[in-house]
């Protein structure tokens, strides 16, 4: 009797040790937009491989061929067949001179075609860390970057369904190189914390991420001017591991010219620029708005979409400590880079280097979370 009990209660620890991982099945496969609107493009693989049209597999030797699009049609080695069609090997691809693993898709939607990898969610992470983090820090800083990739993955996922796909390649979902970029250390970090996601009242959380915040992250109501209320996790924290980076300040010149144009672009009417100021702070100490005076009236813009019209790469930060005038030039100060919300890769890299592991570095920039394992659906 005393043994069943025992069996019983380890029955049940183990129940809710896993619980998170049986909690919710989640797509164990992505499908990434790595192209579009091409007339061509190269695929080769080095072993016998196929594509799928209309549910009928073609065979192909090992090596590379031209494939040419033309409206809702491929041609391939001299014969037409219909979109979409699928490119399928048991080894990695190679489109325009660039590795893939998984399988490789070609589609049409109203946006224009698209040439898609899809794969499985782990191996796309092996992709996405060289890129958004550098494959050199330390070993708990990538393991906190592998977390919070695969979980804005997951909670982003179908983004771009429209188009045919979950999530594009770029920075605005996350930047992705396929196994070209692959590292030693970025991979083990993605297995290390395999199937690994930050959780918020058991669902995953939104994980925004950015280089450097300061001092202080950011709310994102004033960044995007989000209309719902703000996760109690991504309302702002105060940040000392931010401190001795690249990015702690910056300075940039820019042309009355160059704003002007680039603001006419963005689809605002203004005529020559008189002077531009920050008004207002948020709780992150950056600029709410910015006040742009013209030679037709005034213009205030959101910070944030000042930052992202004009230069997001010039301008690094709404955190701008000055802004002055010289000649027919315009001379912005300010600190840190990106929008401040979420984790600050920087003062995360500083945690690392200090001994923190990567759980608590995710507790730190997003409280009230919790790491967990979820469990991946069938294809």
Known sequence: MKILKFGFIIFIIFLFSFADLYAKDYKEYIKVGILSNQKEFT????????????????????????????????????????????????????????????NIIVNSSSKGNNIINELKMEDYLKGILPKEASASWNSETLKAQAVISRTYALKNI?????????????????????????????????????????????????????????????????????????????????????????HQTWTTTLPETTIREKLIKAGHKIGKIKKISASGTTTAKAAKEIVIKHSKGTLTLNSYKFRCAVSADKIKSTLITSIKQKNKNFIFKGKGWGHKVGLCQWGAKAMGDKGFTYKQILEFYYPKTKVGKIKYATK
């Open 43 to 102: 695929v080769a693989s080095d072993k016998k491989y196929y594509f799928v049209s209309n549910d009928k597999k073609y065979y192909l030797s090992a090596g590379k061929i031209n494939v040419k699009i033309k409206d809702k049609e491929v041609i391939i080695l001299n014969k037409s067949y219909k979109l979409p069609i699928k490119f399928v090997s048991s080894k990695c691809f190679l489109v325009n001179n660039k590795i893939y693993r998984g």
């Open 158 to 246: 179908g983004r771009h369904s429209k188009e045919g796909f979950d999530i594009c390649s770029q920075v605005h979902c996350q930047v992705y190189g396929g196994a070209s970029c692959e590292t030693k250390n970025c991979n083990q970090a993605v297995y290390d914390t395999k199937q690994e996601v930050v959780l918020y009242k058991d669902e995953p959380a939104q994980t925004f991420f950015h280089s450097s915040c300061a001092g202080h992250t950011e709310d994102p109501k004033f960044v995007w001017q989000w209309k719902t209320e703000t996760p109690e996790y991504l309302k702002g924290i105060k940040d000392n591991y931010c401190k001795d980076n690249p």
